[in-house]
């Protein structure tokens, strides 16, 4: 294995009951004033909301409030909370909701320290160094931004759906309670589960053979994820196969699966990027569109690695490694469908015509791919497989 460095400071809270605890937690980081975000009202529904302002106030922090926040999450809505932020002198950022909220939330917590404009961030001009306590209470299990120091941002103008990170965007601390999700939307927990077999996708036919401990963990939580999620969408009440979906979501991506990877892959998330930029698709509907195109369009670089993928994952047995390492993609392609996720960009009502404006938004982020570098081309071709 390679070197590596491993660090994640954040601490879980995870299991029914847990979200209660939230106040004591920020009160024990000397948070005074906490601006509380959220998304579109989902919080108000499932009494996530009371629960959770109610021990804020048992534990006499001030509270500031914005909701709104958007999946697919923008800039201009970043702006307003860090106006609000530095205005009222808030001391700390709680985020309730999905990565849309938690990314706002990073971002917020950055910009209310930065004299400048934060997407300096994204545009690389800037690295975060300073931002304020971070603290979340996870209601969908998908991103892993509970756990890691990265965010999404779109900045609409300009159709930019672009990341950062840094370490002091880790959360400090993050509350997981699967019960509470048993109030998404089927496709909501179909897209999470989606976006976190991605996300381990993304590291794991990186390494070649010399990455044997993290593969067989990656294939571990992908079998987990793939068996709880078939449970859950006729079940979505179940709360054993919530909590095994929940913690593989976070394990998925809070950098352990990423170790001695090269930092991974990601050359199908910039592409969804650009997709989700335009049409503003759900992010795991568009991953399970690009992923399966992706691994079609780069297989040769590792063809033993797309076979491993094949025998562990599907227990296909019978053929040559380029037919195993074929049929693994299929099936996984198969298996989205059969959640009931989209795989194709023509069911998203996209145009052929409009794959170019894709591949030109996507070639903007460099170097894009590890396992093949791609160009302008190659993201051409994948949208192509991608598109029917
Ligand atoms: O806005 P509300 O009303 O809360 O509804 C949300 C939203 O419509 C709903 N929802 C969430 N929890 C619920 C619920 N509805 C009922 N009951 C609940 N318990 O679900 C919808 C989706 O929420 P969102 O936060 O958008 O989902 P997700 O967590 O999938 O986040 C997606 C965003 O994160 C980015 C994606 O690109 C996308 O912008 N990503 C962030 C990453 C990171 N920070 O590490 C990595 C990922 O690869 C990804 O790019
Ligand atoms: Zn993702």
Not at 140 to 144: F, K, L, Y
Not at 364 to 371: H, M, Q
């Given at each position: 294995m390679d070197n590596f460095i491993f660090e994640n400071p954040t601490k879980v809270i995870f299991g029914q009951d847990t979200i209660k605890n939230i106040g004591t937690e920020i009160k024990s980081h000397n948070v005074k004033k906490v601006l509380v975000l959220y998304g579109k009202g989902s919080i108000f529904k499932n009494g996530v909301y009371d629960t959770a302002i109610g021990s804020l106030k048992e534990n006499d922090i001030d509270i500031i409030e914005i909701g709104g926040v958007k999946s697919n999450p923008v800039l201009s809505k970043v702006y307003e909370a860090i106006e609000v932020g530095k205005k009222e002198k808030v001391d700390g950022i709680l985020a309730i909701g999905g990565g849309s909220t938690i990314d706002t939330a990073k971002t917020v917590s950055a910009g209310i320290c930065y004299e400048g404009d934060i997407w300096d961030a994204f545009e690389k001009t800037y690295i975060i160094d300073k931002a304020l306590p971070i603290f979340t209470i996870l209601t969908?299990?998908?991103?892993?931004s509970e756990m890691n120091g990265g965010c999404v941002i779109t900045k609409e103008d300009e159709k930019k759906k672009w990341s950062t990170s840094a370490s002091v965007l880790y959360p400090k601390v993050s509350i997981i309670d699967p019960t509470i999700q048993s109030t998404l939307p089927k496709e909501q927990t179909v897209y999470g589960a989606v976006d976190a077999i991605s996300h381990i996708l993304e590291c794991y036919f990186i390494g070649g053979d010399k990455t044997d401990v993290i593969d067989e963990m990656s294939e571990g939580i992908i079998r987990t994820i793939m068996k709880h999620s078939k449970i859950l969408i006729k079940d979505p009440n179940n709360y054993n196969s919530r909590s095994q979906l929940a913690w593989s979501a976070t394990l998925a991506l809070n950098g352990n699966l990423k170790i001695a990877k090269n930092g991974g892959d990601w050359a199908t998330h910039g592409i969804e990027h650009s997709v989700s930029a335009f049409t503003d698709v759900a992010h795991g509907a568009g991953l399970a569109i690009i992923h399966p195109a992706w691994m079609k369009y780069v297989y040769k670089e590792d063809v033993n690695k797309f076979k491993r993928f094949g025998e562990n994952i599907f227990g296909i047995k019978e053929g040559t490694s380029e037919e195993i390492a074929l049929e693994g993609i299929s099936k996984l392609k198969e298996f989205f469908k059969d959640l009931g996720?989209?795989?194709?960009?023509?069911?998203?009502?996209?145009?052929?015509?409009e794959l170019d404006k894709f591949a030109d938004n996507t070639e903007?982020?460099?170097?894009?791919?590890?396992?093949k570098a791609l160009n302008r081309q190659d993201i051409l071709n994948i949208l192509k497989i991608a598109y029917e």
């Open positions: 969908i299990s998908a991103t892993g996720a989209p795989t194709t960009l023509k069911e998203l009502g996209i145009k052929k015509e903007l982020v460099t170097p894009l791919g590890r396992l």
